[in-house]
């Protein structure tokens, strides 16, 4: 017949291995679960997304975040950036000859859920072509000479190798706040990937000025919402 003192040990033994069982039991479930559902996730940052430049040779992922859908929905992705554009425009004109410079800057923003698109696809949050066009005599301040003609008279004479270009030069900078939003239909059920994709182009002409044209994402914020839309 057991002991007082057996029995007190065989139950603390038993209540430990049921104890290790639970939490490994536990352990595993966890392990699998992986992310909760949620009907709402969110990115944001507070730092310059892609710094200011002429261009980012494609698109760059400014924001991203998980998101797993418990039923076959629709995923509404809101996409909140501050869009800056910096274009510079000069002309150099003398001797009544047209001279013209050409800025253009872009920002486009798209957003993938699982690496694809989703509608409507490519957007332009901010764009500007900038065109300085100028006709100028030039600068004739010590290009001046008198000549004397054969009757007698006297012509002043413009030396056009002398005359110095007029220059006028045009800068823009500009800063604002733009939003979109894009829809992904019929989602299925489990974990997604959804990312805010931007990116900058560039490019200007020029005669005889010069011209820069820029752009840069600032702040920004994504945010994704799992809804039921009415067909």
Not at 7 to 17: G, S
Not at 63 to 70: E, N, Q, Y
Request: charged share 15%; aromatic share 4%; proline share 3%.
């Amino acid at each position: 017949m057991q002991s007082v003192f057996q029995k007190h040990t065989y139950r603390v033994t038993m209540l430990v291995a049921c104890a290790a069982v639970l939490a490994c039991s536990l352990a595993v479930s966890s392990s699998h679960a992986g992310l909760p559902s949620s009907k709402f996730a969110y990115s944001t940052s507070s730092l310059a997304l892609v710094k200011q430049t002429t261009g980012t040779d494609g698109w760059v992922t400014i924001l991203s975040a998980a998101l797993k859908t418990p039923a076959s929905k629709e995923v509404l992705l809101s996409g909140s950036i501050e869009a800056g554009l910096f274009t510079q425009t000069e002309v150099r004109s003398k001797n009544m000859k047209k001279d013209a410079s050409t800025a253009s800057v872009a920002i486009q923003v798209q957003a993938l859920i699982d690496g694809q698109p989703m509608p409507p696809g490519t957007v332009t949050y901010a764009a500007r072509t900038q065109t300085l066009e100028a006709t100028l005599e030039g600068a004739i301040g010590g290009c001046l000479s008198i000549v004397n003609n054969a009757d007698g008279t006297q012509t002043v004479v413009v030396d056009p190798n002398c005359v110095q270009p007029e220059i006028i030069n045009l800068i823009l900078s500009t800063l604002s706040a733009n939003s979109f939003n894009f829809v992904a239909r019929d989602v299925p059920v489990g974990e997604h990937v959804l990312s805010l994709q931007a990116r900058i182009s560039s490019s200007t002409s020029v005669q005889n000025g010069s011209a820069t044209a820029e752009g840069l994402v600032g702040k920004g914020t994504m945010v994704a919402e799992v809804v039921r839309a009415v067909r």
